[in-house]
């Protein structure tokens, strides 16, 4: 009986890349949502806002990058970097409102606010990443062509990730200008 090398082998490798493309989806979805808070409720982002979106996206190509091309120590390193970007940020962002009579910005959502909530989820994306990375068999070469549900959520994950990066551009410039972002924003210019 002769192996077939050609037909596509679902290994370690193809599973890492498909949860890979999971966490880049549900790192996408938060930035969607933020993009909510945004337009439906009416509430533009801060300067600190802004940045959590960049360390959002940039998470989130990092894993898409796993997908297209396979995982790499590269784009992990990418996506911790991105990571504890946000996590830096957010967390500043906290600081800035923990003290008593500071106040807050925005509305918050299930009891916190949005960049208590990206804090959380910077700090649980670094996790999954490091035990993730247990995972030795997801860096040996494929044995074969990758299945076709990789293939997809490749091109899905680059296509929500290319939208989001363009829509922060364009988003931002629609806010800041290309000077400086205003501290606490009411309008758009």
Not at 24 to 53: K, N
């Amino acid at each position: 009986m002769t192996g077939n090398s050609s037909a596509p082998v679902w290994t370690t490798r193809s599973i890492v890349q498909i949860f890979n493309g999971l966490g880049a989806l549900t790192v996408f979805s938060v930035v969607f949502g933020a993009y909510g808070f945004q337009f439906v409720l009416l509430e533009p982002p801060c300067p600190l806002c802004l940045l959590i979106r960049v360390g959002m996206i940039g998470v989130g190509f990092g894993l898409a990058l796993n997908v297209l091309f396979g995982p790499r120590v590269l784009h992990y390193g990418l996506a911790l970097l991105a990571a504890m970007f946000g996590a830096l940020t957010s967390l500043r962002q906290v600081m800035l409102h923990i003290v008593p009579g500071t106040g807050s910005y925005g509305d918050p959502a299930f009891g916190m606010h949005l960049y208590t909530w990206a804090f959380i989820v910077f700090v649980t994306i670094t996790l999954a990443i490091a035990v993730v990375l247990f995972f030795q068999d997801q860096f040996d070469e494929p044995a074969g062509p990758a299945p076709a549900a990789v293939r997809w959520m490749a091109i899905v994950v680059m296509s929500a990730g290319l939208f989001l990066a363009g829509a922060n551009v364009i988003t931002t410039l629609l806010e800041c200008g290309i000077g400086a972002c205003p501290d606490n924003p009411t309008t758009y210019l």
